[in-house]
C-alpha cells in the first residue's frame, strides 16, 4: 500500500524549510530555521520534529542549493553552504530515520514542485529561477524535470566581471540576488550616499535585509529604487538568454525576491524585451510561482512519492 506522507526538505544558502507532505500535496505541518550554520545538525533536528506523531512515511526528498552528485547522493559543491559539501547526507539520513532518503538540487525539485502542484501544471516547458541569496534554476521539458544542473545562477553575463563565491568571474547570482542587491547598497552607503537606510538596524547598515531595502524603495528612497533595477537589469538579461536558448512557454520566478516585483522584476522583464527574439518574447509568460516558498518543500517531497515506497 502507497504510504500517506513524506518529508520535504529545502536546504538553502539561508534557511531550512521542512515540512510533512500528504501525497495530494497537503502540508500538514512545517518549520523554518536559519541553515548557515551547522547545517548537518540542524537538518536532523528538524526532520525529527516531522516525524514526531507521523506514521506511512514513504521518505525524505531533500533540495540542498548545489551541485548534485546523483549517483552518490551526494552534494559536490555548494558554494552558499559549503559545511554541506562531500557530506553523505543521505547515508546519514538513512541510517537515522530507516527510510529512503533522494536528494535534488533545490531549484529543480522547485520546478517539479511547480509542475506537479503548481504554477507549471499550465505548461508543458518551462525554465524556473529560484530569486534568493543566490539564484537557482530548474528546466521542464515535454512535462518533465530536464536531467542537469541547470546551474543557471553561474552562467557568466559579465566576462572580466565581479568574482563569484564559486569561483567564477561575472556570474548572474553576483549581479541579481539577494547578496547582490545587500552588496550594492552596502557599497553605496559606505562611500556616502543619501539614502534613508541609514536609519535602519539602528544606523547599522550592515545588518540591512533586502526587504529594508524594498520597504525604503516604496517609501520613495532613491538609493533603494536603484540598487534593485540596476539588480533587475541584470535579472533581465540572464532570463533573455534563457527564453533565447530554450524558448519555453513560460518563465516561472520563485523565492523572497519575488516579494519586490514591480520594481526588481518588472526591471527584468523590461530588459528582457530589449534582449529577446521578439517573436519568442512575444509567446512566453514571465510568472510568479504559485507555491511561493513551498515549492522547494513540495517538490522535494514528490521525489519521495515517485519512488516505489
Known amino acids: ?123 508543458r516547458n518551462f525554465v524556473l529561477l529560484t530569486l534568493g541569496t543566490g539564484i537557482g534554476g530548474g528546466i521542464i521539458y515535454n512535462g518533465k524535470l530536464l ?59 550592515y545588518k540591512l535585509t533586502p526587504e529594508d531595502i524594498y520597504k525604503a524603495a516604496l517609501d520613495g528612497d532613491n538609493l533603494s529604487k536603484d540598487v534593485l533595477r540596476e539588480a533587475g537589469k541584470h535579472l533581465g538579461v540572464g532570463i533573455s538568454n534563457m527564453i533565447n536558448i530554450f524558448s519555453p512557454e513560460a518563465v516561472i520566478l520563485a523565492g523572497g525576491l519575488t516579494g519586490a516585483w514591480n520594481i526588481y522584476v518588472q526591471e527584468a522583464i523590461k530588459e528582457a524585451s530589449k534582449r529577446t527574439f521578439k517573436q519568442l518574447f512575444d509567446r512566453v509568460e514571465i510568472v510568479q510561482s504559485s507555491l511561493g516558498d513551498n515549492a522547494g518543500v513540495l517538490g522535494s517531497a514528490c521525489q519521495a512519492f515517485n519512488s516505489k515506497n
Open 1 to 123: 500500500m502507497k504510504k500517506s506522507f513524506a518529508i520535504g526538505v529545502d536546504l538553502g544558502g539561508t534557511n531550512l524549510r521542512v515540512a510533512l507532505v500528504s501525497r495530494e500535496g497537503e502540508i500538514i505541518k512545517k518549520l523554518k530555521v536559519p541553515s548557515f550554520e551547522k547545517a548537518e545538525e540542524a537538518l536532523i533536528s528538524s526532520i525529527s520534529e516531522m516525524f514526531e506523531g507521523a506514521e506511512n512515511v514513504a521518505g525524505i526528498g531533500i533540495g540542498v542549493a548545489g551541485l548534485i552528485d546523483r549517483a552518490s547522493s551526494i552534494v559536490v559543491i555548494s558554494p552558499n553552504l559549503p559545511s554541506i559539501e562531500r557530506v553523505p547526507i543521505a547515508e546519514i539520513l538513512t541510517a537515522r530515520f530507516n527510510v529512503p532518503v533522494f536528494i535534488e538540487n533545490d531549484a529543480n525539485a522547485a520546478a517539479l514542485g511547480e509542475r506537479l502542484m503548481g504554477t507549471g501544471r499550465k505548461y
Open 147 to 205: 536531467n542537469v544542473s541547470a546551474e543557471i545562477g553561474h552562467m557568466s553575463i559579465n566576462s572580466t566581471g565581479i568574482k563569484c563565491v564559486c569561483g567564477n568571474h561575472g556570474c548572474l547570482e553576483s549581479y541579481a540576488s539577494a547578496r547582490a542587491i545587500l552588496e550594492y547598497a552596502i557599497n553605496a552607503l559606505e562611500h556616502g550616499a543619501a539614502s534613508v537606510l541609514k536609519e535602519y538596524c539602528s544606523g547599522n547598515f
